[in-house]
């Protein structure tokens, strides 16, 4: 199980990491990189994805009936769905920016701003099964 839970890890490292460089552009940081620049976090963030659905469910097998009902896991899970919510909408957005710096929309900062929080709680509610729930 240690080679699981380091991949999982890994694997949130990677998902986690490229949609905050992502958000952080989004909400002005290194605003003189074009969006176009960032096209290459959607393969990392579904790479990340796959990797943590895969060991996500093997994980979950070892302990299903005790995690499938403690409120850590089910808030991690509803946290985690957020989240991958927000990817679809910021993939289209930037997608469809062209080449060159250019304003970003309101509601492109707030799904920034929902991402990073989500993720963040998607973390924080993993990390607290370990500590939570026996």
């Known amino acids: 199980m240690p080679v699981v839970l380091t991949l999982h890890t890994t694997g949130m490292a990677v998902l986690v990491g490229a949609s905050w460089v992502l958000d952080l552009r989004l909400l002005g940081i290194n605003r003189n990189v074009p969006l176009s620049a ?7 963030v ?3 994805l796959v990797v ?8 979950f097998m070892k302990n299903a009936t005790t995690w499938g009902t403690a409120l850590p896991f089910l808030m991690k899970m509803l946290f985690v769905v957020a ?9 289209k957005y930037v997608l ?5 710096p250019s304003d970003i929309s309101s509601n ?3 799904l920034a701003v929902a991402s990073i929080v ?5 973390v924080t509610a993993g990390r607290l099964l370990a500590y939570l729930v026996p």
């Open 96 to 100: 469809n920016s062209g080449a060159g």
């Open 118 to 122: 989500t993720w963040s709680a998607a």
């Open 108 to 110: 492109a900062r707030l």
């Open 38 to 44: 960032y096209r290459w976090v959607f393969r990392a």
């Open 83 to 91: 989240s991958a919510a927000t990817i679809l909408p910021i993939r």
């Open 52 to 59: 943590n659905l895969i060991t996500g469910v093997l994980l």
């Open 46 to 48: 579904a790479i990340g």
